[in-house]
T-cell receptor, first 111, second 112 residues
């Protein structure tokens, strides 16, 4: 049973560029949440998608946007990249009120 | 809104016990516990719902005090494999939707 799959695993972008990260949830899960994790910190909640709609959002600017597709997969888009956006981006899937299954993350470096 | 974990770091010898605490200033829907090893994704350990329940997972158990909005994770007779950073995630119900917010983590080091 495949878990959560994220792509790409690593990414280097230039300041001001745009980036798209992708996530395939665990089979049977219908909810996808995105987190940003800086080195040595806890994951910070970006937003959550359910039934193709953004259901909850954390304290992130509008440069961060997302999408969920009918097959429950999801994308995270970040526009006008800043150096401070460099981090590990984690996708987590869940079903109902159960525990979250995390992907291995995408390491984004902005130079 | 972010839960507060304590202590920030713990160093134990194999076989010793540890307690990690998590507290929130807001009413909680549930509490999650995760362990993250260096360079890996967080791994789900357990979830505790309102009602003051206690759960166990091998030698790792947890409690949830709804009145105090606090949860504690208990690691008994620690093993080398328990090393890692432990995160509590507090889940809130906002306009009918759940939101999981993580604490800053507790780094646990188990030495032989």
């Amino acid at each position: 049973d495949a878990g959560v799959t994220q792509s790409p695993t690593h990414l280097i972008k230039t300041r001001g560029q745009q980036v798209t990260l992708r996530c395939s949830p665990k089979s049977g899960h219908d909810t996808v949440s995105w987190y940003q994790q800086a080195l040595g910190q806890g994951p910070q909640f970006i937003f959550q998608y359910y039934e193709e709609e953004e259901r909850q959002r954390g304290n992130f600017p509008d440069r961060f946007s997302g999408h969920q597709f009918p097959n429950y997969s999801s994308e995270l888009n970040v526009n006008a990249l800043l150096l401070g956006d460099s981090a590990l981006y984690l996708c987590a899937s869940s079903l109902g009120g159960g525990g979250y299954t995390f992907g291995s993350g995408t390491r984004l470096t902005v130079v | 809104q972010q839960p507060v974990q304590s202590p920030q770091a713990v160093i134990l010898r194999e076989g010793e016990d540890a307690v990690i605490n998590c507290s929130s200033s807001k009413a909680l829907y549930s509490v999650h516990w995760y362990r993250q090893k260096h360079g890996e994704a967080p791994v789900f350990l357990m979830i505790l719902l309102k009602g003051g329940e206690q759960k166990g997972h091998e030698k790792i158990s947890a409690s949830f005090n709804e009145k105090k909005q606090q949860s504690s994770l208990y690691l008994t007779a620690s093993q080398l494999s328990y090393s890692g950073t432990y995160f509590c995630g507090t889940e809130y119900l906002i306009q009918g939707a759940q939101k999981l917010v993580f604490g800053q983590g507790t780094r646990l080091t188990i030495n032989p």
